[in-house]
Structures are given as structure tokens and as C-alpha cells.
């Protein structure tokens, strides 16, 4: 089982950039769905971005264009790039991984936009 730590979060104004960082460690990273929840005060966690093994990425229609997700083996890392980011984005951010029925999670970052 993989283990995920989260790093890059923090305050940024509105149109801003960060980029997430998710550090994998264990067994092989390569061989796992990774990706991004967020979840806002009072909201569900909802689905950011995700990408196979293979590269196939999906995006939530609210930052299609914006964000993009991707990994490198290599370096059993993931990202996600954060452009243009909006108010609405403000949440703590939680990377996955997901092997068959096992998911993985990370402890979370916040991402907070203000202007």
C-alpha cells in the first residue's frame, strides 16, 4: 500500500497559480489511479482531477481548463497546476490513490484565494 504526502498549498489571489504536489511511498505507485478531492467548509468532497496509470486524465467541469493533473513515476509523484484560481476554489485539497476497491489518502492541503 502506498503512502501520500501533500505539499504546495497556501494563500493566493484571485487569477493566481500554485501547484499540489503528492509524494507517493510503498509499494508501486505506478500501477495506481491518483488524484484530487477538495473539500470546502459546508460542502461535500468533491472529485477535482484524476489520471490512470495510462495517462487518461478527467476533470470536474469547474476547472476544466484551469487545472492540470500529472504524474511522473519516476519520481512516484503527482501534481496538480491550479491556474487562474477563483475564490470558489478556497478548500483543503486531498491527493488519492486507488488500486481496485483500495484507496489511499493523503492529509490534506489548503488552498485558500482571497482578495
Known amino acids: 500500500q502506498v503512502q501520500l504526502v501533500e505539499s504546495g498549498g497556501g494563500l493566493v489571489q484571485p487569477g493566481g497559480s500554485l501547484r499540489l504536489s503528492c509524494a507517493a511511498s510503498?509499494?508501486?505507485?505506478?500501477?495506481?489511479?491518483m488524484g484530487w478531492y477538495r473539500q470546502a467548509p459546508g460542502k461535500q468532497r468533491e472529485l477535482v482531477a484524476s489520471?490512470?496509470?495510462?495517462?487518461?486524465?478527467n476533470y470536474a467541469d469547474s476547472v476544466k481548463g484551469r487545472f492540470t493533473i500529472s504524474r511522473d513515476n519516476a519520481k512516484n509523484t503527482g501534481y496538480l497546476q491550479m491556474n487562474s484560481l477563483k475564490p470558489e476554489d478556497t478548500a483543503v485539497y486531498y491527493c488519492?490513490?486507488?488500486?481496485?476497491?483500495?484507496?489511499?489518502w493523503g492529509q490534506g492541503t489548503q488552498v485558500t484565494v482571497f482578495s
Open positions: 489520471i490512470t496509470s495510462g495517462g487518461y486524465t
Open positions: 510503498g509499494r508501486i505507485f505506478s500501477t495506481y489511479v
Open positions: 488519492y490513490a486507488r488500486k481496485t476497491i483500495s484507496t489511499t
